[in-house]
């Protein structure tokens, strides 16, 4: 079923969404931009008092209470700002309307850079005592101990101005990586499966390398890494230079190390990174059961890393109108209850989700939205199984969204990334497992059974190798050594041999691969997917067993927003990360879900 892109003029507005949810109309954002900007002059006041903000707790709660109000404004016009654009970047208006809203940002960001550093010359217990005498102020109460927590990290105000000043600096190897590889980087031509010559890039190597021919994987594979191979040295250099900065920046605000200063925002231990990457090392038996299913599937003598990622299912692939994936979608996630339900039908029923693609919208899809806005979600539906599990996906993070904003105070509601793919992947998994039980054609199956499969390659076992590479360079760097093209090829070269293990040719070009990789340049992001997996696999399982009351500790697990740390909230759902069994659940079904596979394709 293939969708023509079209102009959006020519949509149909029920499949669009309806942003005059936010504001009636251009006028209206305006008028909110223009009281942001008298609002703005008032932090100045503030910032001329000094010590005194923190002498007198009705003048603090003025100040932080300005601080919230503006903030909760600009987040509105923001939204409407960025949602009306990603419809149609090639509009003049909302391309103006964004760059306001993003100096907006920018200002707001200036002016209560003071805040932190006055508030922390004082102490959360003397905070609390104001309590008392504005009542008020206690809402703010999780964000006042947000920043006592960091009071040992934080550095002075002339200090903090200083590394504020070098953020620029900072960011010179992320950016310079993502001009040479976005930009900078051409690769040779490859002839594809009508053996016509095309030019390589970063974008559409993706379609070459999953190709039924042979020859246009390999040689789109050998393309690739020769290419990076000639600029290995320059990657090295933007690597060693992005590691080397947080590593110094760790030392300076008095972490132990970079890893702790990542995993501190969300007052995580390294003990959950950790157990991640132990308990994946340690049931690495069932990937390679994959590989070996991946090989006799294929039919291959050797499975070489350019085999990884063919699909194992050859018959096309069954078409889905965007009316069968909404129904297929709320028939699955009715397990969660009559209400869980009834609000998920009003992303359908208010035009939250803008659904088809059109010329100038954004590619790809998310979930976005403020405190008082809907959470929309932007679509490129195209009628195949991945649209239908894409719409599960972003009403997960849309469900999740609407109750934290229901149930939390606007300082509260945003819930931290950590759990951000929960229940996205909740919705997702419950979509597979119903499509599953319900089907009654093979392919269908078949094709599902592949797309799991696929799910916990890439997000259990790659992730976690890309984690634990993280994990090793910076503690190299940490120990004094540089970060040569030598030792970091080398280093992930052995990780590839550790998870492809002895029935994948590990090909020496993947030495390479590391160069493509720009989460590397995240921080000690990567291991949140699997995490959040592996926490989605363990929800999943308790929900479909029929646990007594278990659905109801999950959506109130959904409520929870920002009242507590992540680690903490995935408690009310029963979800210990510390835990090696959460990990273990989501490995398991991975192995269930091979020998499914293997059953249904031999019958």
């Not at 006028?27 to 005194?52: M, W, Y």
């Not at 109750?403 to 992947?425: C, G, K, L, R």
């Not at 052995?494 to 590391?514: A, H, M, T």
């Not at 929800?539 to 479909?544: F, G």
């Amino acid at each position: 079923m293939a969708i023509l892109e079209q102009n959006r003029e020519q949509i149909d507005n029920k499949y669009k969404w309806d942003l005059s949810l936010i504001y009636n109309d251009d006028k209206e954002c305006e008028q909110d931009f223009d009281v942001i900007v008298t609002l703005l002059p008032k932090f100045n006041e503030f910032k001329k008092l000094k010590s005194k903000v923190i002498e007198d707790a009705k003048v603090l709660y003025e100040l932080v209470h300005l601080y919230f109000e503006v903030g909760r404004k600009l987040e509105k016009l923001y939204m409407y700002a960025h949602l009306n654009y990603d419809a149609d970047t090639s509009n003049n208006s909302y391309q103006t309307l964004m760059g306001k809203a993003n100096n907006l940002y920018k200002e707001f960001g200036e002016v209560t850079t003071f805040i932190i550093p006055i508030l922390i010359k004082s102490d959360y217990n003397k905070i609390k005592e104001y309590y008392k005498e504005v009542e008020s102020l206690k809402e703010y109460d999780n964000y006042f101990k947000e920043v006592f927590r960091f009071k040992d990290h934080t550095l002075s105000e002339k200090e903090e101005k200083i590394i504020s000043s070098m953020n620029n600096v900072f960011e010179v190897p992320s950016k310079t990586y993502s001009l040479l590889t976005d930009t900078d980087l051409t690769f040779d031509n490859i002839k594809d499966e009508n053996d016509k010559e095309v030019e390589l890039t970063n974008s559409n190597y993706n379609k070459y390398i999953v190709s039924k021919n042979r020859d246009v994987r390999i040689n789109a594979f050998n393309t690739m890494y020769k290419t990076y191979q000639n600029f290995i040295n320059t990657m090295s250099s933007t690597l060693y230079g992005e590691v080397d900065s947080n590593v110094n920046i760790a030392k300076i605000r008095k972490h132990p190390s970079a890893i702790d200063m990542a995993l501190y925002g969300d007052n995580i231990d390294k003990s959950v990174y950790n157990n991640l990457i132990d308990t994946v090392s340690n049931n690495l038996d069932k990937l390679f059961k994959y590989y070996r299913l991946r090989k006799d599937i294929l039919g291959l003598d050797e499975l070489h890393l350019y085999d990884i990622y063919v699909d194992l299912i050859s018959e096309k692939e069954k078409d889905y109108s965007f009316e069968d994936g909404k129904q297929l979608v709320i028939n699955a996630l009715s397990i969660l209850g009559e209400d869980y339900v009834n609000d998920l039908k009003q992303a359908f029923d208010e035009k939250w989700i803008d659904i088809y693609s059109s010329k100038g919208k954004r590619s790809g899809a998310y979930s976005s939205g403020g405190y008082d806005t809907k959470p929309y979600i932007l679509l490129n539906y195209q009628g195949k199984l991945n649209d239908v599990s894409t719409l599960a996906h972003e009403l997960g993070h849309s469900l999740h969204s609407y109750y934290s904003v229901n149930n939390n105070n606007y300082p509260d509601y945003q819930y931290s990334i950590f759990v951000a793919e929960v229940a996205s992947t909740v919705n997702e998994l419950l979509l597979y497992k119903y499509m599953l039980k319900e089907s009654k054609d093979k392919n269908e199956q078949l094709a599902i059974l592949n797309k799991l499969l696929e799910l916990f390659k890439g997000t259990i076992f790659r992730q976690t190798m890309f984690a634990e590479y993280e994990k090793e360079i910076y503690e190299r760097c940490e120990k004094g050594d540089i970060l040569t093209e030598e030792l970091l090829s080398n280093i992930y070269y052995e990780l590839n041999k550790k998870y492809f293990g002895n029935d994948v040719v590990v090909d020496e070009q993947i030495k390479y691969e590391w160069a493509r990789i720009p989460h590397f340049y995240y921080f000690f992001y990567v291991y949140k997917y699997a995490t959040g997996l592996s926490a989605a696999c363990y929800i999943v399982n308790n929900i479909l067993s029929g646990k007594e009351g278990y659905v109801e500790k999950y959506l109130e697990f959904l409520k929870s927003g920002s009242r507590d740390y992540p680690i903490e909230l995935l408690k009310i759902a029963d979800v210990d990360m510390n835990n090696p069994k959460v990990v273990e659940s989501a490995i398991n079904m991975f192995d269930e879900t091979i020998d499914e596979f293997i059953k249904l394709y031999n019958s």
